[in-house]
């Protein structure tokens, strides 16, 4: 069998629409800034995609920035403000908010103020999806979106971020999603584009390809395409679980991400099983892809109580649309083999 990818939750594979809207647009010259006929152009198919964004997110064209990834949003809409966080949150956003709510050992958080709090829509390592309140400051919908419904003129949130690698578009651009009314201080100013909230010549290649993504994974949400890639994580995990005496499967009966799998095997590292995959075949992870290549104990299963030697435990299994079933059985049985052999020489 050819490798197998199963870590959609680092990134996505490039889906066909964003590659052909992109390709469409390296052959537009215009700056969406000139008021020339190429300019226009330029600006038309830049609102195209903010416009198909919109319809995705449940939100309104003009209320959406479009920035160099979900790193800047968080940046555009933390900065400078005091709000409260948990440690269950991307570094991203963690480097903006005191870490002062208290995560349980369900994966859940419970605000108190929701105005002065961020709080993701779900977890990129266990996929444990939050109850968010009316009125939260912020929230990263980075794995989310596309996964699961969302809906944010309906959700009550005031800000909200997303990225477009994480749904099957290009590296290098996502969104900022604000409640009308509201305002951010610009960190990269200049020529006043976006708004004025974040200026530099906007990337159309990958705004187009953005834009393609956002509806290609709102049609894959309305067609049952998760529903299936949760029938397939259910096969994985009813397989592994007779063979896998140990093995915590992080956050089984909470509400998850329909596509992840947080598996921890006390003892045997995630570094070692990601490589143990890796030779087999088959990409997946030990926790989230964002720390520069780095495996580190999860400071997410920390926070939900897990010692440190489990949290450096942990193998994460993120599928796709394209994943079948074929190929999940394949990482069953190679994942349960390198088990066996490390298990036996633990012996």
């Not at 964003?18 to 006929?37: F, Y």
Request: neutral net charge; charged residues 20%.
């Amino acid at each position: 069998m050819a490798r197998v990818y199963l870590d959609h939750n680092a990134t996505a594979p490039l889906r066909p629409e964003a590659r052909a809207a992109m390709a469409a647009a390296m052959d537009v010259v215009g700056n969406p800034s000139s008021v020339h006929a190429e300019g226009r152009v330029a600006k038309a198919l830049m609102e195209r995609a903010r416009g198909q964004l919109a319809e995705a997110l449940g939100a309104q064209a003009a209320d959406i920035v479009f920035v160099s990834g979900a790193t800047e949003a968080a940046a555009l809409a933390l900065a400078g403000r005091d709000l409260q966080g948990a440690a269950i949150e991307h570094d991203a956003v963690r480097a903006w908010v005191r870490e002062d709510l208290l995560v349980a050992p369900s994966g859940r958080v419970t605000l108190e103020n929701p105005a002065a709090s961020t709080l993701q829509l779900a977890n990129s390592e266990t996929g444990i999806v939050q109850d968010l309140p009316q009125g939260l400051a912020v929230s990263d919908w980075t794995q989310g979106f596309g996964k699961i419904p969302v809906a944010f003129d309906w959700s009550g949130v005031d800000m909200a971020f997303v990225s477009a690698h994480k749904i099957g578009g290009p590296k290098g651009i996502g969104a900022l999603v604000m409640r009308r009314g509201l305002d951010v201080d610009a960190r990269i100013r200049g020529g006043g584009q976006e708004m004025g909230r974040r200026s530099g010549t906007e990337n159309l290649i990958g705004i187009a390809g953005f834009g393609a993504a956002a509806q290609a994974a709102t049609q894959d949400l309305a067609s049952g395409v998760w529903e299936r890639v949760d029938k397939l994580r259910n096969i994985l995990e009813k397989t592994l679980e007779p063979r896998a005496n140990g093995t915590i499967f992080v956050g089984k009966e909470e509400t998850r991400l329909p596509n992840t799998s947080l598996m921890v095997t006390p003892g045997w590292k995630g570094e070692t099983q990601v490589m143990q995959m890796d030779l087999a075949g088959f990409a997946v992870s030990a926790g989230s892809a964002c720390s520069s290549g780095k495996v580190k104990a999860s400071g997410v299963l920390r926070a939900m109580g897990l010692d440190e030697e489990a949290a450096g435990c942990a193998l994460r299994v993120s599928l796709g649309p394209e994943t079948t079933e074929a190929e999940v059985m394949a990482f069953a049985e190679a994942w349960i083999g390198a088990r066996d052999r490390w298990a036996a020489k633990r012996r």
